[in-house]
């Protein structure tokens, strides 16, 4: 099953990097942010055809074709093209997540960010791999040294957290980007070349996969009040052990 997850999940990659820059929006879902192309539909079509062809009796959950045998033991947890909006204005961040949950647990994840030829995978209990090396989170200590990644929708209700955190940035003590990719951010967290990352919105497919890597890795991955995160959570926070309870504190305060 490692092997099976690891090229399905590469070779979804593949098929979405060879259509960068060919394909544009192939209709919008709910608003202009929400869109899908040629690419989404063919990598979800590869990976649910796979999938199904492997093991007919587990259920999948994807963004693109919704729920199949919800509830089934073994559940697959897909984005075929995490990022699309980048993708369909050929900007170079985005990606592929595949996850596998057993029971409700995450049992495995990989992303592929085919633009730059990486994979990463984790199985739980097993570590977290990019291309076969163990990845490792950062041990930023210091907050004022940290860097990392936001991510919650600019609306009204959210208008608040905004307003505290350019307050912060003013002062020198935040320092945070946006990658418009759940996939490609969470490896980077992963990987230790960001220290941190909140989201407070997103879907399963977008966190699934990405959060056992971060885990597995070494980080703390909690919803947005310090509880583990699960498959039902709404919000994420990712950090190390020394800055998880801080970063928190910031965005609840």
């Known amino acids: 099953m490692k092997n099976f997850i690891k090229k399905i999940t590469h070779q979804a990659g593949q098929i979405i990097l060879e259509k960068f820059?060919?394909?544009?929006?192939?209709?919008?879902?709910?608003?202009?942010?929400?869109?899908?192309?040629?690419?989404?539909?063919?990598?979800?079509?590869?990976?649910?055809?796979?999938?199904?062809?492997?093991?007919p009796e587990?259920?999948?959950?994807?963004?693109?074709?919704?729920?199949?045998?919800?509830?089934?033991?073994?559940?697959?947890?897909?984005?075929?093209?995490?990022?699309?909006?980048?993708?369909?204005?050929?900007?170079?961040?985005?990606?592929?997540?595949?996850?596998?949950?057993?029971?409700?647990?995450?049992?495995?994840?990989?992303?592929?960010?085919?633009?730059?030829?990486?994979?990463?995978?984790?199985?739980?209990g097993q570590g977290a791999f990019l291309n076969d090396k163990p990845m490792k989170c950062s041990d930023t200590k210091e907050w004022e040294q940290s860097?990392?990644?936001?991510?919650?929708?600019?609306?009204?209700?959210?208008a608040q957290i905004y307003k505290k955190l350019i307050k912060l940035a003013s002062q020198k003590q935040f320092w945070m980007n946006a990658f418009g990719s759940a996939a490609i951010s969470s490896l980077c967290v992963a990987d230790g070349r960001r220290d941190w990352k909140f989201s407070l919105g997103g879907k399963v497919w977008d966190y699934a996969a990405p959060t056992l890597i971060m885990r597995e890795a070494g980080c703390i991955v909690s919803d947005i009040d310090g509880q583990p995160w699960t498959l039902d959570s709404k919000s994420l926070v990712a950090a190390n052990e020394h800055l998880h309870k801080k970063l928190i504190k910031i965005i609840k305060n």
């Open 21 to 55: 820059g060919k394909v544009g929006v192939k209709y919008t879902k709910s608003n202009i942010a929400d869109v899908v192309t040629e690419a989404d539909l063919a990598a979800n079509d590869y990976l649910v055809e796979q999938i199904t062809q492997k093991y």
């Open 58 to 124: 587990h259920g999948i959950i994807s963004e693109e074709s919704g729920e199949s045998k919800a509830a089934a033991e073994y559940i697959w947890i897909i984005d075929p093209l995490d990022g699309t909006r980048n993708f369909a204005t050929h900007v170079p961040i985005f990606g592929v997540i595949v996850g596998l949950a057993k029971g409700g647990e995450m049992e495995m994840g990989a992303v592929c960010d085919p633009v730059h030829n990486q994979l990463a995978f984790a199985e739980k």
């Open 147 to 158: 860097y990392g990644f936001g991510i919650a929708a600019l609306d009204h209700g959210r």
